[in-house]
C-alpha cells in the first residue's frame, strides 16, 4: 500500500513540474481536433517552428532577464536595428552576408553593454533603461533606414530565417522522407538518450537517485518520441529548418549554462536575494551587465532571423516583438519578483502562444479575437501560477 | 478584584498533516502581563493567529472566551472591534505615511467621506502622549527609529480602544534603551486597566515586566508561573521550554589559542550616504586561531558596519586603515576578495541579507564557494547534493531533504544553513553577527557548539551580540564598541555585565 501512495505522491510532485508542458499538449491536441487535423500537417508544423523562431530565440534571453528580477521592452527595437544595419553592411557598405551576420551580433553586443551600463553601474531600474531604449533603437532603425526599406537581401543571409538544412544533397521529390532530418533526429534523441542515462548513472554512484526507475523510462521514452514525431513530420516536408538547429542548439547551451554553469547559479542568486548574493562574493553588477550584453545578442539574432526570412528590413519590423517574449516567459513559470524561471519552461511558454496563433489562424479567427484570446492566457497561466504557489506554502 | 478577561478552552488547530495546537487552555485575568513563552515552532505564533482571528472561527476547535462572551471572529477586523489588537514583529506601519496616518490607518477622521486633518493630527498627538513618544504627528514613519514605530503601532492599538494588547516579541529589533521605554509602558497600560499578552525570547524582559508566564511545548499548554507569588529563575523557565534541564545554557570548551590571524589596524569608515559621519573611528583589533572573541556595543555603536566594512567594504565609504592576515598585510576591497582571503561574514539579518529565500538548502549552502564545485565553469550537481546533505546530518539541518526551501524553515535551522554556506567556504576568520538572533533555546545550545567545534579547529572567531551573557558565556576576549571606537579590549577572567557596559556607555572624552 505504501508504494502506491509513493508512487501518487511521486507522481503528483512530478505533475506540477511538468504542467506547462501537459497544457502545451492539451493545446496542440485540441487545435488539432478543431482543424480537422491541418495543425499537425508537416507544412504547417515546419511553418510554426519558423514563424515562432524569433520569438523564442528572444524567449531565451527575456526568461534570463526575468530571473535576474529585471526587465527587457526594448527586444523589438533592437532586432529592427540590427535587421538594418545589416541590411546597410550588405547593401550601403559592400560587405559579404557572412560579414553582415557577424556584424549585426557585434552590434546587438554592442546594445545590450549599452544597456548594461546603465543598469548595472549607474542603477537605473532596467523598465526605464530599456524603455529609453524601445525609443531609441527604433529611433535609431528609421534614422539608418532613412524611411526606406531594405530588400532584398543575398541568398545565404535568406537561409538563416527560411532555409533549410541541405536541401540541394536530397530533393524532397527523390524520397519520400528527407534523410538528412531522419539522422539528425536520430542523433539527437541517441545524445538525448545517453546524456539521460549518464546522469542518472552518476546520481546513483553518488547514492542521489529518487526517481523511479519507471518514471525514468516513460520520460525517456516520451521525450524521444517527440523528438522522432517532429523528425518525421518535418522530413515529410522540405526537411530541417536552419534556424531549427540554431534553435536546438541555443535550447541545450542556454539550458546547462542555467542549470549547471556558475554563472546561471549567480543569475537564480541575484534575482532571489540580491544583497545574500552580493554578501556571498558574487559581482551582481557584473552578472547583470552580461544578461543585457547577452539579451542584446540574442535580440540581434533574432533581428537577422525575422530579416531574413521577411528578405528585407523595415522601420516598422518587430513591432511588439518584446511582448511575446515577456508573455512567454511568464507562461512558461517564471516568477515577476525574480528568482524563478527556466529557460525550457519559457521555449514551451512560446510555443504555445505560437500554437495558439497559429491555430486560431487555421481556423480563420480574426485578429482581435486572437488577441484577446491571447490575453486571456497569459492572465490565466500567471494567476494559475500564483494560486498554485499559494496553495504549497500552505 | 481581578476576574477573567480571556480564556482559551481547549484549542485545536490542525493544519494538513500537522496539529499545530492540541487542547491549549489559557487563562488571562483582567489588568495583568501575561507573558507566552516557548521554544520556536511551539505554536505561539498560531495561537495568538487563532485568538486575533487570523484563522477565522471554524478553521480550529475550542472556545475563545473574551469578557465572559464566547467570540467567534471572522478576521482581523472582527476581533479588534472587540477590542484584541496583535501587534506582529514585523511592523506593520506604512513608511511613507505620516504618524498620524498610520495611526489612523483604516478608521480615518473623516467627516462625509473627507478627512479631517486637524482632528487626526489632535487625536494622534493625544495618542502619543500617552504612550510617551515626542514626535510631531506629522513625521513621515519612515523617519522615525524602529523603538518609536514601536510605540506608533502602540498608539495606534490604542485609538482603537483596546482592551487585551498581544505584542509579539516587541523587544527583538530594539535597542537596550528603546526595549526599556517599551516595557515601561506596557507597565503603565498595565495601570490604566489594558490587558497585555507578551510573546518574547528574552527571560528578563519576562521576568521583569509580566504577572505570569504561560509555557507553550509542542502545541500544548504545559504550565503556567505566576511570577508575583513565587521566586521563578531563568533556568525554571528555560526547562519548561525545552522538557529537560539545560545543565548550562553555554556548552564548556577549552580554549587552544594560536598565532594571531587577522589584525585591524586604524579601521575608519565613513557613513555611505553621509561622507561627514564617522561610523567606525580608528578602530584596532585582532583575532587569533582557535579564539573566540566578542565584540559588545549598543544599538548604533557601530558594531555591524565595523563587520561588513572589513569583509570586502561591504558597507562604507572612505574606508582607511589595515588588514594584516597572518601578518601580511592584505586587500580585500570587494567581497569576493575578502572570500579569497579566507574570511567570511554570516549577517545578522538572515533573511534579508543571509539567505535566498526562494531557493533550497543545497543551492544556499554552495551560494559562497560555488567555484568548489565546478569544473570549466559547470557545477557539479551531484557533489553539490553530497556536500550539502553532509552539513544537513552534521549541523542538525532539520529538513526532509536538502531540496527544501529554505524561506520553509525555522530561524534556528536557517541560521544553521548560513553557518554552513560559509563553513563550506572554508574560511580562517568567521565573523559571526548577532548568531542566535530569534532563536528558541535548543537551538541555541546547538550554535554554541558549532561555533566551539570551529574555534577547536583552528579557526579564528569574532562574534557580535546584543545579548552580554551570550558573550560572557562563549568568547575569550571581548573588545566593547561605543560611537564607533573601541573602548576596551577585556579578558574574559575580568569580564562582567558591569564592566562591559560601563565602556559600551562610555563616551568620547
Known sequence: MATIKDGVDFLASRLRQIGIFLALIVIIALFQVLTGGSLLQP????????????????????????????????VGSVAAFVGAMSGVMITQWGWPWWAAIVGGLVVGALVGAWQGFWVAYVGIP??????????????????????????????????????????????????????????????????????QVRARAHRVKLGLEDEPMAWFLIKLVFLGGIILAITFLLASFRGTPIVLVVLGVLIVVYTAVMNRSVFGRHVYARGGNQHAAELSGINVKKVDFYLFVN???????????????????????????????????????????????????????????????????????????????????????????????????? | MAHTILEMRDITKTFPGVKALQNVNLQVQRGEVLAICGENGAGKSTLMKVLSGVYPHGTYEGDIVFENEVMSFSGIRDSEKSGVVIIHQELALSPYLSIAENIFLGNEQATRG?????????????????????????????????????????????????????????????????????LDLISHLRGQGITSIIISHKLNEIKAIADKVTIIRDGRTIETLDLRKDDISEER???????????????????????????????????????????????????????????????????TELAMSIFGRSYGKGITGKLYKNGTEIRAHSVKEAIDHGLAYATEDRKQYGLNLIEDIKRNISMAALGKLAKGGFVDAGRETVVANDYRKSMNIKAPNVEALTGKLSGGNQQKVVLSKWMFSDPDVLILDEPTRGIDVGAKYEIYTIINKLASEGKAIIVISSELPELLGIC??????????????????????????????????
Open chain 1, 43 to 74: 507544412a504547417n508544423v515546419t511553418n510554426i517552428v519558423v514563424q515562432n523562431s524569433y520569438i523564442l530565440i528572444l524567449a531565451i534571453g527575456m526568461v534570463m532577464i526575468i530571473i535576474a528580477g529585471h526587465i527587457d521592452l526594448s
Open chain 1, 126 to 195: 532596467a523598465f526605464i533603461v530599456t524603455l529609453a531604449g524601445m525609443l531609441l533603437f527604433r529611433g535609431l532603425t528609421q534614422m539608418v533606414l532613412g524611411g526606406q526599406q531594405i530588400t532584398p537581401f543575398p541568398t545565404e543571409y535568406r537561409q538563416l530565417g527560411g532555409g533549410f538544412v541541405f536541401p540541394e544533397l536530397f530533393p524532397a521529390a527523390s524520397s519520400p522522407l528527407e534523410w538528412i532530418t531522419v539522422g539528425l533526429g536520430v542523433i539527437a534523441t541517441v545524445l538525448l538518450v545517453s546524456q
Open chain 1, 295 to 394: 539579451m542584446g545578442v540574442l535580440a540581434a539574432l533574432a533581428g537577422l532571423v525575422f530579416t531574413g526570412r521577411l528578405n528585407s528590413a523595415g522601420p516598422g519590423a518587430g513591432n511588439l516583438f518584446e511582448l511575446d517574449a515577456i508573455a512567454a516567459a511568464f507562461i512558461g513559470g517564471a516568477a515577476v519578483s525574480g528568482g524563478i524561471g527556466t529557460v525550457i519552461g519559457a521555449i514551451t511558454g512560446g510555443l504555445i502562444m505560437g500554437v495558439l496563433n497559429n491555430g486560431m489562424s487555421l481556423m480563420g479567427i480574426g485578429t482581435d479575437a486572437q488577441q484577446f484570446i491571447k490575453g486571456l492566457v497569459l492572465l490565466l497561466a500567471v494567476a494559475f501560477d500564483v494560486w498554485n504557489k499559494r496553495r504549497n506554502r500552505g
Open chain 2, 114 to 182: 473627507f478627512i479631517d486633518w486637524d482632528k487626526t493630527n489632535l487625536e494622534a498627538s493625544k495618542l502619543l502622549a500617552r504612550v510617551g513618544l515626542k514626535e510631531n504627528p506629522i513625521t513621515p514613519v519612515s523617519q522615525i527609529g524602529v523603538g518609536k514605530q514601536q510605540l506608533v503601532e502602540i498608539a495606534k492599538a490604542l485609538s482603537k480602544d483596546v482592551k487585551l494588547l498581544i505584542l509579539d516579541e516587541p523587544t527583538a529589533a530594539l535597542n537596550d534603551e528603546d526595549s526599556a521605554h517599551l
Open chain 2, 237 to 303: 523557565i528555560i526547562k519548561g521550554m525545552v522538557g529537560r534541564d539545560l545543565e548550562s545554557r553555554y556548552p564548556d570548551r577549552t580554549p587552544a589559542i594560536g598565532e594571531e590571524v587577522l589584525r585591524v589596524e586604524d579601521w575608519t569608515v565613513h557613513h555611505p550616504e553621509d561622507s561627514s559621519r564617522v561610523v567606525v573611528d580608528a578602530a584596532n583589533l585582532n583575532v587569533r586561531a582557535g579564539e573566540v572573541v566578542g565584540i559588545a556595543g549598543l544599538m548604533g555603536a557601530g558594531r
Open chain 2, 476 to 509: 575569550d576576549r571581548i573588545y566593547t564598541l561605543s560611537e564607533g571606537r573601541i573602548t576596551a579590549d577585556v579578558p574574559i577572567a575580568e569580564a562582567n555585565p558591569e564592566v562591559l557596559m560601563q565602556y559600551m556607555t562610555k563616551e568620547k572624552d
